[in-house]
T-cell receptor, first 114, second 109 residues
């Protein structure tokens, strides 16, 4: 049973560029949440996708956008990258969008913006 | 006030010791509470959910105090493998979970 997978594992970009990160949820899960984790901080909620719609959004600017596909996989797009966007980006999947459901995290994508 | 606050530690304890730490949350309407464990440069993994009556899983005990809006985690008979960052997680609405910054525990031989 495959767990949550993310690609790429590492990425280096320069300021102003755009990046797309990908996530495949755990088998049987239909809900995907994205988090940003800066060094020394806990994960910060970016948004959640369910039924191909953004259901909830955290305190992130519109430069952060996403998409969920019919097979439940998801993408996170960040435009006009800033140095402060350097972080570990985590994807988590769950059986339903309800917070009582356990979220299973992927290994993350480490983004460095120079 | 932050949605979830934790003592960052670090808690440096010898093997076999008991260590306990708390987490406070700001939303009195929160209903779902969890402790996640995160090893260095790895993804968070669920350690345990926290129930109203408190719950135990082996050497780990979690308690919820709704009146004071805090959650605690106690680790008995600490092992070297317990060294990690422990993340307190609370729902802030029907869909969103909020994570604390984590409490670092180091168990020494």
């Amino acid at each position: 049973d495959a767990g949550v997978t993310q690609s790429p594992t590492h990425l280096i970009k320069t300021r102003g560029q755009q990046v797309t990160l990908r996530c495949s949820p755990k088998s049987g899960h239909d809900t995907v949440s994205w988090y940003q984790q800066a060094l020394g901080q806990g994960p910060q909620f970016i948004f959640q996708y369910y039924e191909e719609e953004e259901r909830q959004r955290g305190n992130f600017p519109d430069r952060f956008s996403g998409h969920q596909f019919p097979n439940y996989s998801s993408e996170l797009n960040v435009n006009a990258l800033l140095l402060g966007d350097s972080a570990l980006y985590l994807c988590a999947s769950s059986l339903t969008p309800r917070p009582r459901e356990t979220q299973y995290f992927g290994p993350g994508t480490r983004l460095l913006v120079l | 006030r932050k949605e979830v606050e934790q003592d960052p530690g670090p808690f440096n304890v010898p093997e076999g010791a008991t260590v306990a730490f708390n987490c406070t949350y700001s939303n009195s309407a929160s209903q779902s509470f969890f402790w996640y464990r995160q090893d260095c440069r790895k993804e968070p993994k669920l350690l345990m959910s926290v129930y109203s009556s408190g719950n135990e899983d082996g050497r780990f005990t979690a308690q919820l105090n709704r009146a004071s809006q805090y959650i605690s985690l106690l680790i008995r008979d600490s092992k070297l493998s317990d060294s990690a960052t422990y993340l307190c997680v609370v729902n802030v609405n029907d869909y969103k979970l909020s994570f604390g910054a984590g409490t670092t525990v180091t168990v020494r031989a």
